[in-house]
Structures are given as structure tokens and as C-alpha cells.
């Protein structure tokens, strides 16, 4: 294709080298035109998917791993039952998948989202726990001498939780850290030491026990969102609709979700 450009422009629109494809300067001056073209072709096959009216094709979902993992599950067979023809794909991680460039119909996350043309609301609140292996002994609360603390891997983001759990065991030490909660659960029911878990993540490992302290952690607003141009893809609205009212009936659920889109 890109040869066949340049055929058709009768410029050299990028240059070819060892470590793969470099701009010209006559690319790098039509570049803006290209991704404007590039925009607008998204753009149309948003518009298209969002106009389909029947309950069929394929639905691009992504969240965190736990979320994905321990949350979601009972939503998407509920979802399969009703719509047999919609294929989901659920995409876990941490990476952010652009939903502009349909990476994802559908985000789920724990901080609001920044992208121009995004509709979004306020899903739930999620509950938090603190944890240890069930043969543990417990922590001595505002001390947690002879203890670790399993944590988010701070360099990922901002994490109250983690604050919290410290100024709670200020004499644990700091012991591990992951930026997944699932792998936090596991090194917990090994005996590694206290985590402080999502509800749905904790509550549903059988070699875990949450410590009841008489103070919950802060929980963490889980947020929706998908592109404006997607407000009329049936398949997504009905995922919409139906996780909205599972998830606030949900035992983890702290609050009940506030009005959205």
C-alpha cells in the first residue's frame, strides 16, 4: 500500500533502512492529512456499529485482571443467556485501550476518563478488605510487629488503600509489592503477609481471611465509559444496562452507583 502511494504521488514518502521505515520530509508534511483521513474512517465505522439494531456481533469489553476475573464473570453469563449471538471479548491489564481507535467498545476503571467524546458515569463503589492467610495469626491493630505488607506497586499510580493499610500497621514491614491484585491475593494465602484486596478478590479466595477492625479501607469508584458514538449499539446498551443493575446489588457494592448516561 505503501508503495503504491508513492507510485500514485510520485514522492518518497518514507525512507527505508535497517531498523524498519523513517519519514521523509515530504511524509512528515502529509502526515496531519493522514491521521485526519485516519480519524475519519474510525469515525464512519463507529458511526456504522452504533447504528446496528440487532443483538449480534462482537462486543470489545477491558478492565483490570481482577475486575475482569472476579467481577465480571457473573454479568457475562447473564449477558450470554439473554444474547446468545453477541461474542464478548474481554480485554484484562493494565494497559488503557483506546476507545476513539475501538481498542475496546466498552472500559471499566478506577479513575474517570480524560478522552474527548467519552460518555461515562460512576459505576459503584468498590469495598475493600484487609487480609490474611487463614492460619495466620492476627496483626496487632496500630502495631503489626512480626508482620509484612503486601502492596499496589506504587510507580502505577496513587493508591489510598496502601496508605491506609500502613498508617493502620505502622510497624509491618514493607514487604511486596505487584501491580496485580490477584497475584497480591496469592502471595497473601501463602503466608507472605496483610494485603488489602478489592471485596470480590478477597472474599471469594478460600485460603484468605479478612480482618474485621471495625474501620472498612477507602473504597475505589469504579468507572464506565465508551465512545459517544457507540450511545446506539444495542449490544452495548444492553451490556450497559444490565451490569449497572448487577453490580449495585452487589455485596461489595459501598454505595449505590450514581445517575449517568
Same mark, same amino acid.
Given at each position: 500500500r505503501?508503495?503504491?502511494l508513492e507510485?500514485a504521488t510520485g !514522492?518518497?514518502?518514507? @525512507?527505508? /533502512?535497517?531498523h524498519?521505515?523513517?519519514l521523509?520530509?515530504? &511524509? $512528515?508534511? =502529509?502526515l *496531519?492529512?493522514?491521521?485526519q483521513m485516519e480519524?475519519?474512517?474510525?469515525?464512519?465505522?463507529?458511526?456504522?456499529?452504533?447504528? !446496528?439494531q440487532?443483538? @449480534?456481533? /462482537?462486543?470489545?469489553?477491558s478492565?483490570?485482571?481482577?475486575? &475482569? $476475573?472476579? =467481577?465480571? *464473570?457473573?454479568v457475562?453469563a447473564?449477558y450470554?443467556r439473554r444474547?446468545?449471538?453477541?461474542?464478548?471479548?474481554?480485554?484484562?491489564?493494565?494497559?488503557?485501550?483506546?476507545?476513539?481507535q475501538?481498542?475496546a467498545?466498552?472500559?471499566f476503571?478506577i479513575?474517570?476518563?480524560?478522552g474527548?467524546?467519552?460518555?461515562?458515569?460512576?459505576?459503584v463503589?468498590?469495598r475493600?478488605g484487609v487480609?490474611?492467610?487463614?492460619?495466620?495469626?492476627?496483626?496487632?491493630?496500630?502495631d503489626?510487629?512480626?508482620h509484612?505488607l503486601i502492596t499496589?506497586?506504587?510507580s502505577t499510580?496513587?493508591?489510598p488503600d496502601?496508605d491506609?493499610?500502613?498508617?493502620?500497621?505502622p510497624h509491618?514491614?514493607a514487604?511486596?509489592r505487584?501491580?496485580n491484585?490477584n497475584?497480591q491475593?496469592?502471595?497473601?494465602?501463602?503466608?507472605?503477609?496483610?494485603a488489602i484486596?478489592?471485596?470480590?478478590?478477597?472474599?471469594?479466595h478460600?485460603?484468605?481471611?479478612?480482618l474485621?477492625?471495625?474501620?472498612e479501607?477507602?473504597h475505589?469508584?469504579i468507572?464506565?465509559?465508551?465512545?459517544?458514538?457507540?450511545?446506539?449499539?444495542?449490544?452495548?446498551?444492553?451490556?450497559?444496562d444490565?451490569?449497572?443493575?448487577?453490580?449495585?446489588q452487589a455485596?461489595f457494592a459501598a454505595t449505590?452507583?450514581m445517575?449517568?448516561?
Open positions: 505503501l508503495r503504491a507510485a !514522492q518518497v514518502l518514507f @525512507q527505508r /533502512t535497517a524498519g521505515l523513517v521523509t520530509g515530504e &511524509g $512528515a508534511a =502529509v *496531519p492529512l493522514a491521521e480519524e475519519g474512517a474510525l469515525g464512519l465505522q463507529r458511526r456504522l456499529a452504533g447504528d !446496528q440487532q443483538l @449480534q456481533g /462482537t462486543l470489545r469489553v478492565s483490570a485482571d481482577w475486575f &475482569g $476475573a472476579c =467481577v465480571l *464473570p457473573p457475562m447473564e450470554a444474547y446468545p449471538q453477541v461474542e464478548i471479548e474481554l480485554l484484562t491489564g493494565t494497559r488503557l485501550f483506546n476507545l476513539a475501538r481498542e467498545d466498552l472500559a476503571r479513575i474517570p476518563f480524560d474527548p467524546d467519552i460518555v461515562q458515569k460512576r459505576l463503589g468498590m475493600y487480609y490474611v492467610a487463614a492460619a495466620c495469626t492476627d496483626p496487632a491493630l496500630g503489626g510487629t512480626g509484612r499496589m506497586d506504587a499510580g496513587v493508591f496502601t491506609w493499610l500502613r498508617q493502620r500497621y509491618a514491614l514487604g511486596l505487584s501491580n491484585r497475584v491475593a496469592q502471595m497473601c494465602a501463602q503466608g507472605l503477609g496483610i484486596l478489592p471485596r470480590p478478590v478477597g472474599d471469594a478460600p485460603l484468605l481471611r479478612r474485621e477492625s471495625g474501620e479501607p477507602p475505589r469508584d468507572w464506565m465509559g465508551y465512545h459517544r458514538d457507540l450511545r446506539g449499539l444495542h449490544r452495548l446498551r444492553a451490556f450497559v444490565l451490569v449497572t443493575v448487577q453490580l449495585s455485596p449505590a452507583p445517575p449517568g448516561p
